[in-house]
């Protein structure tokens, strides 16, 4: 192998002087240097359509149901979006300095703007944890998973799957068949949208008897027989005291049922609504109401059914905000009052923020998490690269003849910031 | 682009252009200066669309600044910058393309607000349910 | 043999070649050197072609009759489903450019290997790793979803198909390396005075298809990366139950698949245009129209991808758009055909194997195309689409040009890097085999496509059967020839007869490198001459090819040559102005010939000096006035002394019988 190996070094012509990381199959370290530039530039090329499907399904969602995104962003935390923008600017100005420490033969500057490059990524994923586990934590998941216990607003959800703070129920979700296994939800029958007509306000709830009478032309006749108010029914139970039971402790108060505070929520059990309502022609959409837990339709009886009545939210005699003044803050359960005058688009929000998600609005949550997920891999990767990069530093690889890898990697980190410059707005920042 | 013939001769150049500290440092200050921009523009509604057209102004401007200049993309070859535009290209026309076919897309299950399907109440149906 | 000739002629050589250079298993499977990774993928590649070949045999065995002859439902969906993925991403996309063109184009650039070896076998070894995924399916039921993975079906199917998409991913990556580091090799290994007019249009096509591999390929990483995630983690992206759109994944899946198809078919062409040049010894027509429309088909190759989804619920619009573009990109295919037809024309046309290859991929591809543009016809496609119609066209491009140009390819280049002949009957009998095999297979599946025949079904209506017939027993014919190839090629790397360095009388520079190239493929640096200039390069012996000009043969040999072949310069040495007057006035003659001579070969013939005084007369005809007066000079005084020299002997004779 030596003496062919010898036969070629005239051909090849490379400086016996120069870095003894220079390829043999180079010239000269100019030769192998632009060739890597070349090379890491079409990566690069490559990376941007590696990401273009993501955009490509954001762009199509954002375009065709804006609703989505103007509902769930506001699930985002800007701040921890900005702060995670400003660290990664910062860590791509190191990196770049990096370059021009080893192209300077500055060693110590090398080093230090390395690993502040790597603390900085370090950050930006500690910030992404901090989201992502919060996220988790409210049920703000992806597709299937999307199950989320607050509004944007703060109005609590009653959720399927159980596990958030506040939620009293004990409904159990089969997420393959798609209905409750156990437990159930009745709503009361408000049939008003808050959004047009206004919340309504002191709403009473019983718990009636009905009987269900089945004429001769088929068509059902239901006549209330008795009612009581639900109060005497339900016992507002606190979360510890719904911890306790489940772990087997004693019932606070066995024979009543828990309240809930009145809040949107989707129909998990759709084939309970009242027959009234059917009978009147207009849908009984879950509004806002009292919902209390029954447990089974069996346990409770067939012929009890929720009802709910409510007054029409008085009429404004002074504006207040929707969300509240100093004076007068907005507060779960009380009835609050709409703005007298057509709502801009950032009240419309806010008051949509309140309410419950429009349909899909897991797909938001999939794009945010396949977008946010995808580029925090590439930041990962790009620790794992500059760890490496550090490594060698410290062993004197890198001279002005050789710093191809810092320059290259310099590059890809610019690309992983670039991709974040445009995400930051595209999730955080929307309008 | 040819081997040994281009030699670079410029030796106190180096293998490359070197960026200044002040071009660094006035490239990452800009873009911080351009994040806060951003952030406090949403505070402000002008309407939907063109608080977007805000944001994606100051995204194009800051991407073009780190590009440039963090990039050094302003200093060396130009089919650098064509590969990377190419790239730009073929991105756009995968969403442009995209957009077209799924705008076209009609509405075949309208939700009517008023008289969404309802169910039954009462007793279970003995038949199956 | 002693002779000078004969040393020169089997190379060099004052080292080893690159395949004694080091030995041991280990040394290859650790190898920096291009040509020992594209011979790992070689060996990968006609593997996983005998593999999914048999596979289709046992497709087309159970479609001999209708009802279940062998396989049915899910299990019959399972062998296309591996057939095509096998083929597709193990053998068709890498074939030429992973395994021809990691031998042969650095060579053929005069480089020492590619810019990134490193990355080279990395991508070598993804190849690897894809493959071993894809076959890893198979012990825990396979894949039965089609190669093209379709949502729902591939979100809900019971096969594994996260593990096939695995491979598929970093099949991917393997590819988007390999094009990355060829287009950086092009860029910037290419010697003094090789501009890129001066490129081999393989090198052409090897760049236009590199193109297309790093910009398409993530496009495909990224979606069935999301496909992944969706079948895993139910993210809802193609699942319409949660939000999301299924025609979504087609239109990610064929902004991929569409560019890849050109990315299996653009290197084919680039061989096809070194093959017709070589054996018809003429230069290419229209080099530069060839090189643009490289380029150009795989710029417009991302134009077009809906036209594969004419009938998936894409609109109208969307549907009227692709249609139109899909005419466009038969244009840049169309000229390369035209140009390598040209090509042929008055070429010296010698039928060795590569040779027959190429001319079947011209009939073939031909037949390929068209039947394409017939697809792209929106309402066309509407009845055709899902037929036979579309399996036989795309067989066509794909296995009948593609994977033809690529044996061709392999012929034309075997001698080159493992130094030993192929049995050239047996490779022409196969490759005669290859085509009438192949055309049996896939014609009548175009009739039977569009008398309403669905792909991807097991059994069918029996009015079908004799088109099926006569299909299986092509596929026999087919796969019996390529099994054979493959076979005497492997048997010929140890037992074949040594090559010589230029068996074809190719002109690019991988002729000039030694036969088999040494570790950095050439032993003195490679001088560059114009390109497809098949004057100087003569047939010393049977198959075996020198160029005569100085740099290649030593002087001497070079100029004895020369005279004899009527081509002697100022240049040459020894020759008298007699000769040089000759080869002047021959070469005029032969202008004039080829011209009005059409059933002759325009390739010049040796001198002959009794026809000489005719030719005179007709390199007149072409000759400025007076331009021939020093050569006919000459001649005459050659003559003159000829005579004179002639009697000497005979007065000298007539002198000593005096004395």
């Given at each position: 192998m030596s003496t062919a190996h010898d036969a070629h070094h005239d051909d090849h012509?490379?400086?016996?002087?120069?870095?003894?990381?220079?390829?043999?199959?180079?010239?000269?370290a100019q030769h192998q240097f632009d060739a890597g530039k070349l090379g890491i530039w079409i990566f690069l090329a490559q990376e941007v359509l590696f990401f273009s499907a993501l955009f490509v399904a954001y762009i199509l969602y954002r375009v065709h149901h804006g609703e989505l995104y103007s509902y769930a962003h506001k699930y985002l935390d800007v701040k921890y979006g900005a702060i995670n923008t400003a660290i990664l600017i910062f860590s791509s100005l190191t990196a770049a300095w990096a370059v021009r420490c080893a192209q300077r033969n500055e060693r110590a500057g090398l080093i230090l703007c390395l690993a502040t490059t790597i603390a900085c990524a370090f950050g930006f994923l500690g910030i992404k944890y901090i989201e992502y586990s919060h996220k988790y934590h409210e049920q703000l998941l992806f597709g299937r998973y999307f199950d989320p216990c607050v509004s944007p607003g703060g109005n609590e959800f009653i959720t399927k799957s159980n596990d958030c703070p506040g939620s009293k129920g004990s409904v159990h979700w089969d997420f393959g068949a798609g209905k409750a296994t156990e437990g159930c939800y009745e709503s009361s029958t408000i049939d008003q949208d808050p959004q047009t007509e206004g919340v309504q306000a002191d709403c009473q709830v019983f718990e009636t008897k009905v009987r269900i009478a089945r004429g001769a032309d088929g068509k059902e006749t239901v006549t209330e027989t008795s009612r009581k108010p639900i109060a005497e029914r339900c016992h507002e139970w606190s979360l510890e005291e719904a911890e306790a039971e489940a772990e087997g402790g004693k019932q606070e108060a066995p024979e009543k049922f828990p309240c809930w505070k009145p809040s949107y929520q989707p129909a998990v059990c759709p084939d309970l609504t009242d027959a009234t309502a059917r009978a009147k022609g207009t849908a009984a959409r879950p509004q806002v109401g009292i919902l209390v837990e029954y447990g089974d339709h069996e346990e409770r009886g067939e012929d009890i059914v929720i009802k709910a009545e409510c007054k029409p939210a008085p009429k404004v005699t002074k504006e207040l905000d929707i969300l509240g003044t100093p004076e007068h803050p907005m507060q779960l359960g009380k009835p609050t009052i709409v703005k007298s005058h057509e709502l801009t688009t950032h009240e419309r929000h806010e008051l949509e923020a309140m309410g419950p998600p429009p349909d899909h609005t897991n797909m938001f949550f999939t794009i945010y998490f396949a977008m946010t997920g995808l580029h925090g891999i590439h930041v990962f990767a790009g620790i794992l690269v500059f760890m490496w990069l550090l490594i060698r530093a410290l062993k004197g690889h890198f001279t002005p003849d050789y710093f191809g890898p810092i320059d290259y990697a310099a590059l890809y980190w610019h690309i992983v910031d670039l991709i974040w410059i445009f995400l930051f707005p595209l999730l955080y920042l929307i309008h | 682009m040819a081997s040994a013939a281009e030699h670079h001769d410029d030796h106190d150049h180096g293998l490359a252009h070197v960026a200044s500290i002040k071009t660094l440092v006035a490239t990452g200050g800009t873009l911080l200066f351009l994040t806060l921009v951003t952030v406090l523009a949403t505070k402000i509604d002008f309407g939907a669309n063109i608080n977007l057209a805000i944001a994606m102004v100051i995204a194009v401007t800051k991407a073009t600044l780190v590009i440039l200049f963090f990039m050094h993309l302003r200093y060396d070859r130009l089919f650098h910058s064509v590969v990377f535009v190419s790239a730009l290209l073929g991105a756009a026309l995968f969403v442009g393309f995209t957009l077209m076919d799924t705008g076209?897309?009609?509405?075949t299950n309208i939700w009517n607000p008023s008289a969404p399907p309802v169910a039954p109440i009462g007793p279970r149906p003995t038949t199956g349910g | 043999m002693a002779t000078p000739a004969a040393k020169r002629i089997h190379g060099p050589v004052s080292e080893p070649d690159f395949m004694n250079v080091t030995k041991g298993i280990r040394s290859w499977l650790i190898t920096l050197d291009h040509k020992r990774i594209g011979m790992m993928y070689l060996f990968g590649i006609l593997i996983s072609l005998l593999v999914g070949g048999a596979f289709a045999l046992i497709v087309r065995t159970e479609l001999f009759l209708p009802g279940k002859q062998l396989v049915a439902g899910d299990t019959y969906n399972q062998f296309f489903t591996l057939h095509g993925a096998v083929m597709v991403f193990l053998v068709i996309i890498p074939g030429i450019p992973a395994a021809l063109g990691n031998i042969i184009m650095p060579i053929q650039l005069g480089a020492p290997d590619v810019a990134f070896p490193r990355l080279n076998l990395a991508s070598f070894y993804l190849w690897v790793s894809g493959a071993i995924l894809l076959v890893l399916t198979i012990p825990f039921g396979s894949l039965d979803t089609g190669w093209t993975l379709y949502t729902p079906y591939s979100l809900e199917s019971k096969t594994p198909v996260l593990i096939a998409v695995c491979g598929v991913f970093l099949l991917g990556f393997s590819s988007i390396f390999t094009g990355l580091n060829f287009i950086v090799t092009i860029h910037k290994f290419?010697?003094?005075?090789?501009g890129w007019f001066q490129l081999p249009l393989n090198v052409w096509a090897i760049y236009a298809t590199g193109i297309m591999q790093v910009l398409a390929t993530p496009v495909l990483g990224i979606t069935v990366l999301l496909l992944a995630v969706e079948r895993f983690?139910?993210?809802?992206?193609?699942?319409p139950t949660l939000g999301g759109d299924p025609v979504l994944f087609q239109h990610f899946f064929w902004f991929y698949s569409h560019p890849a198809v050109y990315i299996m078919i653009i290197p084919g062409m680039g061989v096809i245009s070194e093959l017709i040049s070589t054996f018809s010894r003429k230069p290419i027509f229209g080099y530069r129209f060839i090189a643009y429309s490289s380029i150009s088909l795989a710029l417009l190759s991302f134009l077009v991808w809906g036209h594969h989804m004419f009938v998936s619920g894409q609109s109208r619009l969307a549907n009227m758009v692709f249609s139109a573009l899909t005419f466009t990109v038969g244009i840049p295919s169309a000229i390369k055909v035209f140009n390598w037809v040209a090509t042929l024309y008055k070429g010296d046309i010698r039928l060795k194997t590569p040779m027959l290859y190429a001319l079947s991929f011209l009939l073939l591809f031909t037949i390929g195309g068209l039947t394409g543009l017939f697809l792209g016809i929106l309402s066309v496609d509407v009845h055709l689409h899902d037929t036979y119609f579309v399996v036989a066209h795309f067989h066509y491009v794909m296995m009948g040009s593609t994977l033809v140009a690529f044996l061709g390819a392999l012929h034309y280049w075997w001698p080159k890097f493992t130094g030993r002949m192929y049995p050239e009957s047996l490779g022409k009998i196969c490759a005669i085999g290859v085509f009438f095999g192949f055309n049996l297979t896939f014609l009548p599946q175009f009739v039977m496509g569009s008398r309403g025949m669905p792909r991807r079904y097991w059994d069918y209506d029996p009015h079908y059967q004799i088109y099926h017939q006569l299909s299986t027993v092509g596929a026999f014919v087919l796969g019996i020839s390529i099994f054979i190839s493959v076979m005497y090629l492997f048997a010929s790397f140890k037992n074949g007869p040594k090559a010589p360095r230029n068996p074809w009388g190719g002109s690019s520079l991988e002729w000039q490198a030694p036969t088999p190239p040494t570790l950095y493929n050439f032993e003195k640096p490679p001088v560059l001459h114009e390109l497809y200039n098949y004057d100087d390069i003569v047939e010393v012996e049977p198959d075996v090819w020198e160029r005569i000009t100085p740099t290649e043969v030593e002087p001497a040999v070079a100029d004895e040559i020369a005279k004899k072949t009527g081509?002697?310069?100022?240049?040459?040495?020894?020759?008298t102005e007699a000769d040089k007057a000759a080869a002047m006035i021959h070469a005029k003659a032969e202008e004039v010939k080829a011209e009005s001579k059409l059933d002759e070969s325009s390739r010049a013939k040796p001198l002959d000096p009794a026809k000489l005084p005719d030719e005179i007369e007709i390199a007149k005809k072409v000759a400025g006035a007076g331009e021939l007066v020093p050569a006919e000079q000459k001649l005459a005084e050659a003559e003159a002394e000829a005579k004179a020299k002639a009697a000497e002997p005979a007065k000298e004779e007539s002198d000593k019988e005096k004395k």
């Amino acid at each position: 192998m030596s003496t062919a190996h010898d036969a070629h070094h005239d051909d090849h012509g490379h400086g016996h002087h120069g870095s003894r990381f220079i390829q043999h199959h180079y010239d000269d370290a100019q030769h192998q240097f632009d060739a890597g530039k070349l090379g890491i530039w079409i990566f690069l090329a490559q990376e941007v359509l590696f990401f273009s499907a993501l955009f490509v399904a954001y762009i199509l969602y954002r375009v065709h149901h804006g609703e989505l995104y103007s509902y769930a962003h506001k699930y985002l935390d800007v701040k921890y979006g900005a702060i995670n923008t400003a660290i990664l600017i910062f860590s791509s100005l190191t990196a770049a300095w990096a370059v021009r420490c080893a192209q300077r033969n500055e060693r110590a500057g090398l080093i230090l703007c390395l690993a502040t490059t790597i603390a900085c990524a370090f950050g930006f994923l500690g910030i992404k944890y901090i989201e992502y586990s919060h996220k988790y934590h409210e049920q703000l998941l992806f597709g299937r998973y999307f199950d989320p216990c607050v509004s944007p607003g703060g109005n609590e959800f009653i959720t399927k799957s159980n596990d958030c703070p506040g939620s009293k129920g004990s409904v159990h979700w089969d997420f393959g068949a798609g209905k409750a296994t156990e437990g159930c939800y009745e709503s009361s029958t408000i049939d008003q949208d808050p959004q047009t007509e206004g919340v309504q306000a002191d709403c009473q709830v019983f718990e009636t008897k009905v009987r269900i009478a089945r004429g001769a032309d088929g068509k059902e006749t239901v006549t209330e027989t008795s009612r009581k108010p639900i109060a005497e029914r339900c016992h507002e139970w606190s979360l510890e005291e719904a911890e306790a039971e489940a772990e087997g402790g004693k019932q606070e108060a066995p024979e009543k049922f828990p309240c809930w505070k009145p809040s949107y929520q989707p129909a998990v059990c759709p084939d309970l609504t009242d027959a009234t309502a059917r009978a009147k022609g207009t849908a009984a959409r879950p509004q806002v109401g009292i919902l209390v837990e029954y447990g089974d339709h069996e346990e409770r009886g067939e012929d009890i059914v929720i009802k709910a009545e409510c007054k029409p939210a008085p009429k404004v005699t002074k504006e207040l905000d929707i969300l509240g003044t100093p004076e007068h803050p907005m507060q779960l359960g009380k009835p609050t009052i709409v703005k007298s005058h057509e709502l801009t688009t950032h009240e419309r929000h806010e008051l949509e923020a309140m309410g419950p998600p429009p349909d899909h609005t897991n797909m938001f949550f999939t794009i945010y998490f396949a977008m946010t997920g995808l580029h925090g891999i590439h930041v990962f990767a790009g620790i794992l690269v500059f760890m490496w990069l550090l490594i060698r530093a410290l062993k004197g690889h890198f001279t002005p003849d050789y710093f191809g890898p810092i320059d290259y990697a310099a590059l890809y980190w610019h690309i992983v910031d670039l991709i974040w410059i445009f995400l930051f707005p595209l999730l955080y920042l929307i309008h | 682009m040819a081997s040994a013939a281009e030699h670079h001769d410029d030796h106190d150049h180096g293998l490359a252009h070197v960026a200044s500290i002040k071009t660094l440092v006035a490239t990452g200050g800009t873009l911080l200066f351009l994040t806060l921009v951003t952030v406090l523009a949403t505070k402000i509604d002008f309407g939907a669309n063109i608080n977007l057209a805000i944001a994606m102004v100051i995204a194009v401007t800051k991407a073009t600044l780190v590009i440039l200049f963090f990039m050094h993309l302003r200093y060396d070859r130009l089919f650098h910058s064509v590969v990377f535009v190419s790239a730009l290209l073929g991105a756009a026309l995968f969403v442009g393309f995209t957009l077209m076919d799924t705008g076209q897309y009609q509405q075949t299950n309208i939700w009517n607000p008023s008289a969404p399907p309802v169910a039954p109440i009462g007793p279970r149906p003995t038949t199956g349910g | 043999m002693a002779t000078p000739a004969a040393k020169r002629i089997h190379g060099p050589v004052s080292e080893p070649d690159f395949m004694n250079v080091t030995k041991g298993i280990r040394s290859w499977l650790i190898t920096l050197d291009h040509k020992r990774i594209g011979m790992m993928y070689l060996f990968g590649i006609l593997i996983s072609l005998l593999v999914g070949g048999a596979f289709a045999l046992i497709v087309r065995t159970e479609l001999f009759l209708p009802g279940k002859q062998l396989v049915a439902g899910d299990t019959y969906n399972q062998f296309f489903t591996l057939h095509g993925a096998v083929m597709v991403f193990l053998v068709i996309i890498p074939g030429i450019p992973a395994a021809l063109g990691n031998i042969i184009m650095p060579i053929q650039l005069g480089a020492p290997d590619v810019a990134f070896p490193r990355l080279n076998l990395a991508s070598f070894y993804l190849w690897v790793s894809g493959a071993i995924l894809l076959v890893l399916t198979i012990p825990f039921g396979s894949l039965d979803t089609g190669w093209t993975l379709y949502t729902p079906y591939s979100l809900e199917s019971k096969t594994p198909v996260l593990i096939a998409v695995c491979g598929v991913f970093l099949l991917g990556f393997s590819s988007i390396f390999t094009g990355l580091n060829f287009i950086v090799t092009i860029h910037k290994f290419r010697p003094q005075g090789m501009g890129w007019f001066q490129l081999p249009l393989n090198v052409w096509a090897i760049y236009a298809t590199g193109i297309m591999q790093v910009l398409a390929t993530p496009v495909l990483g990224i979606t069935v990366l999301l496909l992944a995630v969706e079948r895993f983690a139910h993210i809802g992206i193609f699942d319409p139950t949660l939000g999301g759109d299924p025609v979504l994944f087609q239109h990610f899946f064929w902004f991929y698949s569409h560019p890849a198809v050109y990315i299996m078919i653009i290197p084919g062409m680039g061989v096809i245009s070194e093959l017709i040049s070589t054996f018809s010894r003429k230069p290419i027509f229209g080099y530069r129209f060839i090189a643009y429309s490289s380029i150009s088909l795989a710029l417009l190759s991302f134009l077009v991808w809906g036209h594969h989804m004419f009938v998936s619920g894409q609109s109208r619009l969307a549907n009227m758009v692709f249609s139109a573009l899909t005419f466009t990109v038969g244009i840049p295919s169309a000229i390369k055909v035209f140009n390598w037809v040209a090509t042929l024309y008055k070429g010296d046309i010698r039928l060795k194997t590569p040779m027959l290859y190429a001319l079947s991929f011209l009939l073939l591809f031909t037949i390929g195309g068209l039947t394409g543009l017939f697809l792209g016809i929106l309402s066309v496609d509407v009845h055709l689409h899902d037929t036979y119609f579309v399996v036989a066209h795309f067989h066509y491009v794909m296995m009948g040009s593609t994977l033809v140009a690529f044996l061709g390819a392999l012929h034309y280049w075997w001698p080159k890097f493992t130094g030993r002949m192929y049995p050239e009957s047996l490779g022409k009998i196969c490759a005669i085999g290859v085509f009438f095999g192949f055309n049996l297979t896939f014609l009548p599946q175009f009739v039977m496509g569009s008398r309403g025949m669905p792909r991807r079904y097991w059994d069918y209506d029996p009015h079908y059967q004799i088109y099926h017939q006569l299909s299986t027993v092509g596929a026999f014919v087919l796969g019996i020839s390529i099994f054979i190839s493959v076979m005497y090629l492997f048997a010929s790397f140890k037992n074949g007869p040594k090559a010589p360095r230029n068996p074809w009388g190719g002109s690019s520079l991988e002729w000039q490198a030694p036969t088999p190239p040494t570790l950095y493929n050439f032993e003195k640096p490679p001088v560059l001459h114009e390109l497809y200039n098949y004057d100087d390069i003569v047939e010393v012996e049977p198959d075996v090819w020198e160029r005569i000009t100085p740099t290649e043969v030593e002087p001497a040999v070079a100029d004895e040559i020369a005279k004899k072949t009527g081509t002697a310069t100022e240049h040459t040495a020894g020759a008298t102005e007699a000769d040089k007057a000759a080869a002047m006035i021959h070469a005029k003659a032969e202008e004039v010939k080829a011209e009005s001579k059409l059933d002759e070969s325009s390739r010049a013939k040796p001198l002959d000096p009794a026809k000489l005084p005719d030719e005179i007369e007709i390199a007149k005809k072409v000759a400025g006035a007076g331009e021939l007066v020093p050569a006919e000079q000459k001649l005459a005084e050659a003559e003159a002394e000829a005579k004179a020299k002639a009697a000497e002997p005979a007065k000298e004779e007539s002198d000593k019988e005096k004395k």
